[in-house]
Antibody
Framework: QVQLVESGGGVVQPGRSLRLSCAAS????????MDWVRQTPGKGLEWVALIWFDGTKKYYADSVKGRFTISRDNSKNTLYLQMNSLRAEDTAVYYCTRVREYGMDVWGQGTTVTVSS | AIQMTQSPSSLSASVGDRVTITCRAS??????LGWFQQKPGKAPKLLIYDAFSLQSGVPSRFSGSGSGTDFTLTISSLQPEDFATYYCLQDHNYPWTFGQGTKVEIK
């Protein structure tokens, strides 16, 4: 079945880095755009970044631009989010999603990132 | 960035009620709007895309309408499994932006 599984979350000190991964299965990964969405504790959803199916275009939220990098390895069916210079406000559950022309139709279960000293 | 203003932020309703949630964009977004449902501890689920198209497998009691700046999600007859938080999302321009959410609670 179509599935996305995130990993790589954890507790990290402010200013440090972390890389999230999202393993895709059950569909042709290299045919779809993918993105990351986060949700801060008890708060709403925030779109973070998107990458085209072939990796040629990437887009970011203003809050992470210059600090986060989205990438993908289509040979491994895996999406990544490299997060540098982490801040307390980056603490959230991070979801990867599959992006179709009409929206985010498949979501992972999420991985939790906590930025704290 | 386009701002999405969702209202109300919460509402109480009974099973069988008709429920309406609205989302207003700070500028025109044609019909590039989706609605998501999220239950506690779970990932969001796509309900409606392109403002009014029902995602496969979503019950027909859910419907969406609107275009330009004003959009509505309607649940025609609220069911026990519909108590959740609902979010709109504009995917017209980057950065994509969500509304702040509407929590639908049991009266």
């Amino acid at each position: 079945q179509v599935q996305l599984v995130e990993s790589g979350g954890g507790v990290v000190q402010p200013g440090r880095s972390l890389r999230l991964s999202c393993a895709a299965s059950g569909f042709t990964f290299n045919s779809y755009g993918m993105d990351w969405v986060r949700q801060t504790p008890g708060k709403g959803l925030e779109w973070v970044a998107l990458i085209w199916f072939d990796g040629t275009k990437k887009y970011y939220a203003d809050s992470v631009k210059g600090r986060f990098t989205i990438s993908r390895d289509n040979s491994k069916n895996t999406l990544y989010l490299q997060m540098n210079s982490l801040r307390a406000e980056d603490t959230a559950v991070y979801y990867c999603t599959r992006v179709r022309e009409y929206g985010m139709d498949v979501w992972g279960q999420g991985t939790t990132v906590t930025v704290s000293s | 960035a386009i701002q999405m203003t969702q209202s109300p932020s919460s509402l109480s309703a009974s099973v069988g009620d008709r429920v309406t949630i609205t989302c207003r964009a700070s500028q025109g977004i044609r019909n590039d709007l989706g609605w998501f449902q999220q239950k506690p501890g779970k990932a969001p689920k796509l309900l409606i895309y392109d403002a009014f198209s029902l995602q496969s497998g979503v019950p027909s009691r859910f419907s969406g309408s609107g275009s330009g700046t004003d959009f509505t999600l309607t649940i025609s007859s609220l069911q026990p499994e519909d108590f959740a938080t609902y979010y709109c999302l504009q995917d017209h321009n980057y950065p994509w932006t969500f509304g702040q959410g509407t929590k639908v609670e049991i009266k």
